[in-house]
């Protein structure tokens, strides 16, 4: 079982920066983070693998990074040049992948909303 615990979230104007942290109480292959806004799905919003493999959803590309810290398990998810559409709710996925399964879980969210 891994665990994850965001922080980070909150308002911010258009324009403005944010960054989100997640610590996993464990060490997982790939650290993902998702929007979701009421009635929708989630939303894949960014992704690292191993160290240094990104990967970002086309909105964000340019304005968010994502990094990660494997000493403390933490992924941070910095969101600059924010704009009204960024605002949701940000989960934390993290993956482990054995021989046998790949096992996703998931933070509990942090809200982000950017007024205009």
């Known amino acids: 079982q891994v665990q994850l615990v965001e922080s980070g979230g909150g308002l911010v104007q258009a324009g403005g920066s944010l960054k989100l942290s997640c610590t996993a109480s464990?060490?997982?292959?790939?650290m993902n983070w998702y929007r979701q806004t009421p009635g929708n799905e989630r939303d894949f919003v960014a992704g690292?693998?191993?160290?240094?493999?990104?990967n970002y959803a086309d909105s964000v590309k340019g304005r968010f990074t994502i990094s990660r810290d494997d000493a403390t398990n933490t992924v941070y998810l910095q969101m600059d040049s924010l704009k009204p559409e960024d605002t949701g709710t940000y989960y934390c996925?993290?993956?482990?992948?054995?021989?046998?399964?790949?096992?996703?879980?998931w933070g509990q969210g942090t809200r982000v909303t950017v007024s205009s």
């Open positions: 464990g060490r997982a292959s790939a």
């Open positions: 690292i693998i191993g160290g240094s493999s990104t």
């Open positions: 996925n993290a993956v482990t992948v054995t021989a046998a399964h790949e096992t996703n879980y």
